[in-house]
C-alpha cells in the first residue's frame, strides 16, 4: 500500500463525525490556552488528558487512542498559534514560542496595524501546518522503516541523545537542566522490576508498587504548578489591550509577508525535526534569518510585518516537525511532545518505528487531521480574532478555580486514589518551587517518559552481547548518537565558559 493510500485512510479516519469534533475543540481550546498568558501548549495538554480518557471511556482502545491523540495534538498547534494575539496586542507572549512576534507584533499594533499583524500571523500558521503535513506525509514512512533497522544498542543511543538534546537546549542553566534529566529517570524507575520483581524506591509503600502515574505528575508540575504561581505572586497582567480596526491586511503587506512565511515554515519544520530545538529557537532563527535578508533591516523593531510572518510560521512549523522523531523513532523533542507520548502510552500505543504498522489508524489519522485542524485554526481565527482576544481578560477568580477542578477530577478518574491527589499537590508545589528557581521541566517529565524504553533497550543490548558494555561503542550508529549526544551537552557548556550567549529554548 502507497503512501497516498494510507493518507487516504487517515482522512477517512480524521473525517468521522466523532473526530471532526475533537479536532474542532482541541484547536479551540489550543488558541484559548495559547491566549491566555503563562498556560502554554505543555500545561495545556497535560490539563485536557484526564478529559480526553473520559470522554472516550466507551470507545475500542483503537479509537479512543485516535480521537484523543487529534484533540492534544489540536490544542498543541493551536496553542502555538494563540500565543501571538497577546504578543501583538498586550506585549506579553502568550507562552515562550511568541517571544520573537511582540518585538515587531506590538509596534504594528501601537501603529494601528495590529489586524494585520493578526492576519498574516494566522495565514502564516496555516501555511506552516501544510507545510509540516506534506513534511511528515513523505518522511514518516521512510524513518519509520529506517528506525526497524535499529538495534537495542543503537535505540538506548538515541534516546540518551534526545534526552541529552532538550536538556542541553532547556532553561537557563545546563547544570539544572541535567539535574532535572536525572530526577525524571530516578522517578520513573520507582515501582516494581519487571525483571527481577524487586521493589526499587519504595520504602514500604504499597501505592509505589506500580510506580508514579505519568499523568498524575505531569499535572500537577505544569498546571497546579501554574496556578500555585498566579495565586502566590498575584502574576495577573493588567496592561491596556491594543484596538483591532482594519482586520485584513494590505496587498503590499501579503507580498511583503509570502517570502518570509515560506522561509519561517522550511526552517521551522527542519528545526522542529532536530530533539531539543523547539518552537522558541526555530521563531528566534527565523526572524535573524528574515532580519538578515531583508533590505530594509532599519524596520524591524519598528513594525515590519516580516518581523510577525517569519517566527509565527517556524513556531507552528516546528510543533509539526517535532511530531516525526516522535511518531517514527518513540523520541519526543520537547515537553509538550513528551506529554503527547504519555497519553500515547496510556493507551497502550507505542510511538516509533511499529507505530505505522501496529496502529496506522492512528498515525495516519493523526497526520490528516493536521490538515483539518489548520483549516479550522484560519476559519475560526480570522473573523473571530476579536472574541479571543476578550479571553485574554478573563479573571483568574474564574480561571483559577476552573483549572483546579479539571486537574483534581481528571487525576482521580483515572486510578480513583487519594494517594493520587495527594501525589498530584506534592507535584504542584514541587512544580512551583522548580520554576521559581529556574529548574526546568521539560527534562523531567522527557526522562519520566523515555526511562523504561532505555532501561528495556539496555537490558536487551547487554543480553544480546552477553553483559558486553562495549556494544555500546562498537555498533556504528550506537557511538555515533552518543558522541552527538555529549557533543550536544558540552557546545553549550564550553560557550558559556568562553562568555558567548546561548540562545536558550525553554519551549515546553
Known sequence: MDVYQFLMDGFAVAFTWRNLIFAFFGVLIGTAVGVLPGIGPISGVALLIPVTSTLTGGLSPTDAATSSIILLAGVYYGAMYGGSTTSILLNTPGESSS??????????????RAGAALSISAIGS???????????IFLAKPLSSLALDFGPADYFSLMILGLCAVSGLSGKSVTKALMMTILGLLLASIGIDVVSGTARFTFGFTQLYSGLEFLTVAVGLFALGEVFKTIIHNDIHSGKLARIEKLLPTKQELKDSAAPIARGSILGFFM?????????????????????????????????????????SANNAAAGGALIPLLTMGIPGSGTTAVLMGALIMYNVNPGPMLFKEHPNVAWGLIASMFVGNLMLLILNLPLVKVFAKIISTPPKYLIPMIIAISIF????VQVTTFDLMLLMICGVAGYYLTKNDYPIAPLVLGLVLWPMIENNFRRALTISNSDYTIFIKEPLSIIFLIIAFLWVTIPFLMKLKGKNVVINDEG
Not at 127 to 132: D, L, M, P, R
Not at 277 to 292: D, H, P, Q, R, V
Request: charge should be positive.
Open 126 to 136: 496555516f501555511v506552516a501546518g501544510i507545510v509540516s503535513l506534506i513534511g511528515l
Open 272 to 312: 522542529g525535526i532536530l530533539p531539543g530545538s523547539g518552537a522558541t529557537l526555530a521563531s528566534f532563527m527565523a526572524y535573524l534569518l528574515e532580519k538578515k535578508v531583508s533590505k530594509n533591516k532599519a524596520n524591524f523593531g519598528k513594525g515590519a510585518i516580516q518581523g510577525v510572518a517569519a517566527p509565527e
Open 410 to 413: 481528571g487525576v482521580y478518574a
Open 99 to 112: 517571544v520573537t512576534t511582540t518585538i515587531d507584533g506590538y509596534q504594528m499594533a501601537k501603529q494601528g
